[in-house]
């Protein structure tokens, strides 16, 4: 293998601290490292709660996947750990199939993104289009903010339906057991952020907001709900790694499609955050480095009884702002989390979910990206459609089916307008660009008898494959020779080569002399490698028009074969 491709997934830890590293980016790292381990308590354990498991498992996956990501990830700054992008797919596995499938499901999704990495698909994020991001996201906004009306009212609903719908109804009908106590916590934590982050922004909104709800239930004795009486004490370690046992009955499809979507969602959301990153502390990440460490960090932090995780693009602008230099800083937030747990874990446990459903909320609206969503309907239409199919599929079906038809609408719109800037002229339509006038002035007197030129501008795709088919059903009386300019085209696929195929075939059927003029030697190396060569002829394939019409003139002539 050649040493540039190995480069692609050396991790930027290696670049930036084995190498460089020095005692005053340490003190940089450190301050930043600590203050996003803060930041990023009440945000793991809330995810880990809305995605359907306990608080701890989000503590476990910031702590093993955050440390992970930063050690092997292509990502200068980023900071991994639970998202709110996973929060719809995990909590209906989690309803569907318990927790141990979920165990399975990101293994599978872990393997999926180390041979997405090592198969160099990093780069094609950028094919990702921008409505479908931004359809989903607001999208799981939507879904995550209903998940958390049940805490944030009080209500006693014992089991709260995945779907949107039936949600919306269940907490319609439970109503009438809304406890104003419980509302009180939350909306006062949600007023207490919303202050924090107008008036003192530099202060660590969700720690700050949570521990002052702790601390007033605690004082006043409030009758609320805490993490200890949903789901008991937390532990002050990490558990053991460990692998579950296959269940006994799994719905392979059904496996297949949510291990696809997470390994999706971690790529997307990853690189989407390095992205960010870059473009607020500067460097350029490497996408494939990026995915190996995100499946290696998947990996592992399941098996320490974690959940899915992938960049977080919230944590790590709030690391790159309060002075991190390179990745330890992801490393030391890791290392602090896992110090909070093991110093803290039983004051953890006495934080009201009313408070944590507060947090939620907000992390809904920042998540919601309404300003973008709005801004779109400015946009064409079709990426409009792209937008509100992937957000009512998001919120109304299921995240995977939004995600599979946002990309086959984003692919079909891509499709019609590259047709629409390829096209198929004939000669007297066309316009000389380096003069400004009209062909029928100057080449067209050239052009003898009884031939037409046609000329394909733009990719010859299959959008204007169907064009070509019908440019011989045109005309009256069959031309004696047919001259199909390709000067530009820089590409052509293999549609627009069966239609070539086609219409050579239909010309020597009709005994019409097909000839190929203006052939790059890009496209040339395109016809060969489709076998065309040998159809069209050599001696009817030439560089430019002028040496096709000598060719006309004097078929026998030597030298007007070449094609350079």
Request: one cysteine or more; glycine letters at 8%; charged letters at 15%.
């Amino acid at each position: 293998m050649k040493k540039s491709y190995w480069h692609e997934f050396i991790p930027k830890s290696w670049e930036y601290v084995w190498k460089k590293y020095s005692w005053g980016l340490f003190k940089s790292d450190l301050l930043a490292g600590m203050t996003v381990g803060v930041v990023a308590l009440p945000l793991s354990m809330a995810l880990a709660i809305a995605s359907g498991v306990s608080p701890e498992r989000g503590l476990y996956t910031a702590i093993i996947a955050g440390f992970l990501i930063s050690l092997l990830g292509g990502s200068r700054f980023q900071i991994g750990g639970p998202t709110g992008a996973f929060v719809v797919v995990l909590y209906n596995i989690v309803q569907r199939s318990g927790y141990g499938e979920l165990v399975l499901i990101t293994l599978f999704a872990g393997c999926l993104l180390l041979i997405a990495a090592f198969s160099r698909l990093g780069r094609w994020v950028k094919y990702i289009p921008y409505p479908l991001v931004i359809g989903f996201t607001t999208g799981i906004a939507v879904i995550i903010f209903s998940s958390q009306v049940k805490d944030f009212l009080g209500l006693k609903i014992e089991n709260l339906p995945a779907d949107f719908i039936p949600k919306w109804t269940a907490i319609f009908s439970n109503i009438s057991t809304f406890d104003a106590t419980t509302f009180c916590v939350a909306f006062g934590t949600l007023m207490l952020i919303l202050g924090i982050r107008r008036f003192i922004p530099v202060v660590p909104w969700g720690i700050v907001a949570v521990v002052v709800a702790t601390l007033a239930t605690s004082v006043f004795d409030l009758p609320v709900e805490t993490i200890m009486m949903r789901y008991g004490e937390m532990k002050r370690t990490l558990p053991f790694p460990e692998i579950p046992a296959l269940p006994q009955f799994i719905d392979w499809h059904l496996f297949i499609q949510d291990a696809f979507t997470v390994a999706f969602l971690a790529a997307i959301e990853s690189l989407l955050s390095a992205i960010v990153a870059d473009g607020m502390g500067g460097g350029r990440y490497r996408a494939n480095a990026e995915l190996m460490g995100q499946g290696f960090a998947n990996m592992a932090s399941v098996m320490f009884g974690g959940i899915p995780a992938t960049g977080a693009i919230a944590r790590t602008a709030t690391s790159i702002k309060t002075g991190a230099k390179t990745p330890v800083a992801g490393m030391i937030h890791a290392v602090t989390l896992f110090l909070m747990l093991l110093l803290f874990a039983p004051w953890i446990s006495q934080v009201p979910l009313a408070a944590l459903s507060a947090v939620l909320m907000m992390v809904a609206w920042n998540m919601s990206e309404l300003h973008h969503f709005f801004h779109l309907f400015k946009a064409p239409l079709g990426d409009i459609g792209v937008l509100l199919s992937t957000f009512l599929l998001t919120v109304f079906v299921d995240l995977t089916v939004a995600v599979e038809v946002g990309m086959i609408l984003g692919a079909f719109l891509f499709m019609k307008r590259v047709s629409d800037i390829s096209k198929v002229t004939s000669l007297d339509k066309l316009e000389k660009e380096e003069e400004g006038v009209d062909l029928d002035a100057t080449e067209k007197k050239k052009v003898p008898p009884h031939v037409e030129v046609y000329e394909i501008s733009g990719p010859f795709f299959f959008g204007i494959a169907y064009s070509l088919k019908n440019v011989l059903a045109n005309f009256e009386f069959p031309p004696k020779a047919f001259i199909l300019r390709m000067r530009k085209v820089p590409v052509i696929d293999a549609s627009g080569m069966q239609a070539l195929t086609e219409l050579i075939l239909r010309c020597k059927k009709q005994n019409i002399i097909f000839i190929l003029s203006g052939v790059s030697p890009q496209l040339l190396d395109s016809l060969k490698k489709f076998k065309l060569i040998d159809l069209v002829g050599k001696d009817h394939i030439f560089s430019n028009i002028d040496l096709a019409l000598k060719y006309l003139e004097n078929p026998h002539a030597p030298g007007y074969t070449e094609t350079t």
